[in-house]
């Protein structure tokens, strides 16, 4: 079942990729839908995914997912310094929503907002990596459109041990503070945007992400019993010396992405809020040439 929701992910990416009206539908339309129809039922307080976390997940994800067709599909949007903003701002934003959660899950433990929460150092220690990835984020004034058809939006300074430290600081969030959802939430969404990031469109990192996390997080809200209580459910241990490992892993991932960003800065003597910082690497080279 995992490498079923893994494919599916995967193929509702590439639909998105294809065609802007797809996109639309997809992003658009059926969160309309489900706002109105679905979720006030499957999604209420007291269900797994009834919170306000959740909630601001959806729309916020949505929002970057809408954010970045327009800067797709509208010529004037990728040339404005202040639309390019957007989405390393909202990144930042979802990401500090997560920080936020795992310092509140501190101090909790038991059987909270439907879902088991062991409160401890680990969070602590994942809210601080997660605050070291924010500040690892630039480049974002680099951001082009790729030149073939499916218009994909090209964040080369985005690289793979940003992305590696990303992955790592936000599975250790889902495990410590939705264990029971880390299997699915965790492991195959992040891998449903790190595979094509890494295989089928490099450089589009934030795209596949913004595309996988809005279709999983649509997806748990309409059907949250699929990772709650069906036979495919994966239940999370609760086991403290993981989830001190796994956060400690993934602290250490992202002080050694903070201290080699900011080696690059002073080495490259460039502003990471204005300029791009590895232009000197040819895994950043490789990207912007393939997309000329």
Same mark, same amino acid.
């Given at each position: ?7 599916? #992910?995967? #193929?509702?990416? !590439? ?37 306000w976390?959740?909630y ?22 990728v040339? %404005? ?15 500090? !929503? ?24 680990? %969070? ?8 070291? %990835? ?18 994909? $939006?090209i ?64 997806f748990? $809200? ?53 300029? !791009?910082i ?15």
């Open positions: 079942m995992g490498l079923a929701v893994l494919a599916g #992910l995967m #193929l509702v990416n !590439e639909l998105a990729r294809i065609n802007k009206w797809i996109a639309l539908g997809i992003f658009l339309v059926l969160p309309i839908v489900l706002t109105f129809w679905v979720w006030p039922t499957t999604a209420a307080p007291g269900t797994s995914v009834g919170t976390f959740d601001a997940k959806v729309y916020s994800v949505l929002i970057i997912t809408l954010i970045i067709m327009g800067i797709r599909y509208k010529e004037s949007w040339k %404005n310094k202040y639309i390019l903003m957007l989405p390393a701002l909202l990144l930042a934003i979802n990401i500090l !929503e997560a920080v936020l959660r795992d310092f509140q899950c501190y101090s909790l433990n038991g059987f909270v907002d439907g879902v088991v929460i062991t409160g401890g150092s680990w %969070n602590i220690m994942n809210g601080i990596a997660g605050i070291l %990835n924010i500040l690892a984020i630039s480049g974002w004034m680099g951001i082009i459109i790729s030149k073939n058809k499916k218009k994909d $939006m964040w080369a300074d985005q690289l793979w041990f940003w992305i590696i430290a990303y992955d790592l600081w936000n599975f250790a969030y889902v495990y410590n503070c939705l264990g029971d959802h880390a299997f699915y939430a965790g492991i195959i969404l992040l891998l449903s945007c790190t595979i094509p990031a890494f295989f089928i469109k490099k450089g589009a990192w934030l795209q596949h992400r913004a595309h996988t996390l809005a279709v999983w997080v649509m748990a $809200m309409t059907f949250p019993a699929f990772i709650d209580t069906s036979k495919y459910a994966v239940k999370a241990s609760q086991n403290t010396n993981a989830l001190f490992t796994i956060s400690a892993i993934a602290l250490i991932a992202n002080i050694a992405l903070i201290i080699f960003h900011v080696y690059k800065i002073m080495k490259s003597k460039r502003n990471p809020l204005k300029e !791009e590895y232009t000197d690497l040819k895994s950043y080279q490789s990207i912007i040439e393939t997309n000329k």
